[in-house]
């Protein structure tokens, strides 16, 4: 995520293969908010990495890669998050060894949160703050809910992989793709019901 001086932010989204998030316009409308991508690690002699970085160089080199590299560098791609608003993000430490794993977390927790840490509070109190009018117009428009109550027992399966547990190059991304237009029709179909029901109360 990258702050613009007008103060909206460039986001840029990764799935590889995940369900597509979604986008909800100002219109109502719903959209997938990014192009389907093929899973990680089920297909071979991919270049998306060094096409990626051909495209924006900063994947490669300094914040826009990730936390990744020296304190400072994992520093400033913290803040530019924590300058867009954003007050938690999850980071995944890939294993190496054991002790390699524990001098990242210990130069992690010495060297970069305490900053961030001190600030935590005071940023918090000032978003509740912020949100209160939002959050109480918000509530006051909130209709009485009539979904059914969640079924603890409920549950699902994965997702197909073929033959005798071997997949096809292009089986998981359909898969992923049939996934997220049902997402978006579910949403749409959401939206109509919502509109005929506001129409029939008036």
Excluded at 84 to 106: A, F, Q, T, Y
Aim: proline share 8%.
């Amino acid at each position: 995520m990258w702050p613009q001086e007008d103060g909206s932010a460039r986001l840029k989204v990764v799935c590889a293969g995940h369900p597509l998030p979604l986008r909800l316009r100002q219109d109502g409308t719903v959209e997938p908010a990014a192009e389907p991508q093929p899973l990680l690690g089920v297909m071979e002699d991919l270049e998306l990495y060094e096409q990626a970085v051909k495209e924006d160089p900063t994947l490669a080199y300094g914040p826009g890669r990730g936390a990744i590299g020296s304190p400072d560098t994992v520093r400033e791609f913290l803040l530019g998050y924590e300058a867009s608003g954003v007050d938690e993000i999850i980071l995944l430490l890939n294993p190496r060894s054991h002790e390699g794993s524990m001098e990242s977390i210990e130069i992690m927790g010495k060297e970069i949160l305490p900053e961030f840490i001190e600030r935590d509070e005071k940023l918090r109190a000032e978003k509740v703050k912020r949100l209160e009018p939002v959050v109480e117009k918000v509530e006051a428009r909130r209709q009485p809910s009539d979904a059914p109550l969640f079924d603890e027992t409920y549950s699902f399966g994965g997702l197909p992989t073929g033959r005798g547990g071997k997949f096809t190059a292009g089986e998981i991304p359909e898969a992923m793709a049939e996934i997220n237009e049902g997402r978006v029709k579910a949403a749409q179909l959401e939206k109509q019901q919502r509109e005929a029901s506001q129409k029939a109360g008036a």
